[in-house]
């Protein structure tokens, strides 16, 4: 069965600080989504990763396949920032259904 | 970018009621949906993997005979709460499929379904 697990469960970070989750995943998960969920509810995907790291703007997704271990890195985090950020386990494969972390709830203060 | 509706956005309704959910792709084919729940200060939980033209798999504990699914066109997938109760109370969530190798996922923007 694969599993997930996210970390912290909550997270404050001021406007402008650097903040970091953390996710591990068992085996037979071979991609690792991130995906950011708005107060709201709506759900961006952010990033799909299965090996190295990845960046856009001030977002970075990094990965180590040997360790089962995943990071999505904020610089200088914004007050837009705010909501719930999900990994979510899958496979390379066509058509591979997710396995959804815990979740992080990010609040920001000014 | 790939753009997935639900309709309606939120819904109320009596108990033993039965409720459709729509999920359309509006800008690209899929023949692969996902539906979710998502309960209050939750995770998402996948329900059912909805294929085009075929039986939607569904998750083991999920009833298929309560959580109704019929994907009928590329673009379309519902899901059909039958005989609603206050535990089926929930934030749904649909996802489809695109992008080269089909492995990327566009969600809907959810429906809230409350049941009195």
Redesign the interface.
């Known amino acids: 069965k694969n599993e997930v697990e996210q970390s912290p469960q909550n997270l404050t970070a001021q406007e402008g600080e650097f903040i970091t989750i953390n996710c591990s995943y068992s085996v037979g998960i071979s991609a690792l989504h991130w995906l950011q969920q708005h107060p709201g509810g709506g759900i961006v995907s952010l990033f799909m990763l299965s090996s190295g790291k990845k960046k856009h703007g001030r977002l970075i997704a990094t990965i180590n396949i040997q360790e089962k271990h995943s990071s999505l890195h904020i610089t200088a985090t914004q007050t837009t920032d705010v909501g719930t950020y999900f990994c979510a386990g899958g496979t390379t494969g066509t058509a591979s259904k997710l396995t959804f972390g815990t979740g992080t709830r990010l609040q920001v203060t000014l | 970018g790939a753009v997935v509706s639900q309709h309606p956005s939120w819904v109320i309704c009596k108990s033993g009621t039965s409720v459709k959910i729509e999920c359309r792709s509006l800008d690209f084919q899929a023949?692969?949906m996902?539906w979710y729940r998502q309960f209050p200060k939750?995770?998402?939980?996948?329900m059912a993997?909805s294929n085009e033209g075929s039986k939607a798999t569904y998750e083991q504990g999920v009833e298929k005979d309560k959580f109704l699914i019929n994907h009928a066109s590329l673009t379309l997938s519902t899901l059909t709460v039958t005989s609603a109760h206050p535990e089926d109370s929930s934030?749904y969530?649909c996802?489809a499929?695109a992008g080269r190798?089909?492995?990327?996922?566009?969600?809907g923007?959810?429906t809230?379904l409350t049941v009195l």
């Open positions: 023949t692969t996902f939750q995770s998402l939980m996948l993997t934030f969530i996802s499929l190798t089909y492995n990327e996922q566009f969600f923007p959810g809230r």
